[in-house]
């Protein structure tokens, strides 16, 4: 009853720069934790960024000062944004949020993924 659906990936030259955006609907009281990780061909899924929902964020040292993360907490919306953007950042680009619906536990819930693609 929950879903979390993205949007925002595709193609783009070296340099370049994408937004990518994640929304939750659904049976949602609260939201916790909300990060992107990131899962290229051939290698195990990896954190990219977080934030919490105070809007404390934190980002892999790969991408500092490269890609932020934010979140709306009216829209239950969070985003990244990707600039400089580099071959090795192509990957499958995953939403995860820790959920709180009514009179459950928390539960982390993934999007079906998102493609970026960064080459010439």
């Known amino acids: 009853q929950v879903q979390l659906v993205e949007s925002g990936g595709g193609l783009v030259q070296p340099g370049g720069s994408l937004r990518l955006s994640c929304a939750a609907s659904?049976?949602?009281?609260?939201?916790?934790?909300m990060g992107w990780y990131r899962q290229a061909p051939g290698k195990q899924r990896e954190l990219v960024a977080a934030?919490?929902?105070?809007?404390?964020?934190k980002h892999a040292d790969s991408v500092k000062g490269r890609f932020t993360i934010s979140r709306d907490n009216a829209k239950n919306t969070v985003y990244l944004q990707m600039n400089s953007l580099k071959p090795e950042d192509t990957a499958v680009y995953y939403c995860?949020?820790?959920?709180?619906?009514?009179?459950?536990?928390?539960?982390?819930?993934w999007g079906q993924g998102t493609q970026v693609t960064v080459s010439s």
């Open positions: 995860n949020a820790v959920i709180v619906s009514l009179l459950k536990d928390p539960l982390g819930y």
């Open positions: 659904g049976s949602i009281f609260r939201i916790d934790n």
């Open positions: 934030v919490t929902s105070g809007g404390s964020a």
